[in-house]
């Protein structure tokens, strides 16, 4: 996104206009637009910079590009997309997104699972032997994450 | 159904065992705000939720939760790696390890074990999204608390992470109250309760 933009207007949202009493209200957000790529996204936990709202201001740095963190990044803007979609069910640009990240979501997973290991069943489609319950497991410390 | 996914929704790489850090992020395992009791509110919820914006948000988020508590279980389970017993008594661990050795057990920090008396499902739409948005908000504020007290940069990535995710499920919650109430009588709120009056 252009960090330059003094516009602010992608932190603010709708708020009805009369708003019955005895009720919470919290602003609808607009848009997905804008949006950060998807690396930084993940790496910051949001792909909104309006719901961006860290800490003392402290923001992780920038993931390292690796086939795991490319997969994991692609995945991720897929799941946030459909959190927005689930409350923003007619946002058209929103659900567009939403199915390019899905295609390339399909695209980058049978890469990384042909070249690395199972990450669901269907992968075991395409596996030479049965090879899901090898090591490492996700939650395992790897000193090299490159996979 | 659940299909499981042999992945991390986010990176967990913690280079330093530190059991003293552990004793206190198991709280976001079993603690009164934590995962486990979050992806079992929003998955509990769902089946009395009349709409159906609202049943794939709960079933959705629940579902992301669910991740959430892998993560914290992959950073307890590489924090209390190859410990010693000297370690463990330095680090002040031994109230737990004595109990569970290095096994991830969902506990609150305190020690008591994960109850559901730390959740709610009333049955209610406006009641139950009021909950929702409240529990984000009170596991943002443990997540807060531990970047208080952590000093790993390894955990406080992880951490911060999953913190901005409370952030954007307290929006959608919101999001989704306010899809709900366009459903229902504007002049009076509560004149019914749409789980369970026709």
Redesign the interface.
Known sequence: MDRNKTDNGYRFGSL?KNA?L????????ESVSPSYESMEA?????L?PG?????MN???SE?KMCP??E??AI??VA??L???L????DDSEAFAMYQTFLALKKEVRSRYAMQF?????EDMLGAKRYC?PDDP???????K?EV | MF?????????????NPNPALAKFIISQYGGPDGELGASLRYLSQRYSMPYP?LK??LT??GT?ELGHL?MI??IV??LT?NMTPEEIKKAGFETYFVDRTAGVYPTAASGFPWSAASMAVKGDV?ADL?ED?AAEQKARVT??NI?RLSDDPDVN?VI??????E?????????????A?EKMD??N??AVNPAFDK
């Open positions: 009805p019955p005895a009720m919470a209200y919290v602003p609808l957000q993940l790496s910051r936990g949001t909104f719901l961006d709202l860290p800490l402290i923001v992780n993931l795991l963190t997969m994991m995945d991720f799941d946030e459909e959190l927005y689930d409350t923003h069910k290991g199972p990450i669901s069943q899901w497991w996700p939650w395992d410390y790897q000193p994450m | 299909v499981y996914e042999k992945k991390l929704q986010y990176p967990v790489k913690i280079k914006e794939a948000l959705d988020i992301e892998e279980g992959a389970h590489q790696r406006i009021n948005l997540y807060d970047l990535n911060r992470y999953l913190r901005e995710r952030v954007v499920h307290y929006q959608r919650f919101g999001e989704g109250l306010r899809r109430l504007e002049k709120f509560y």
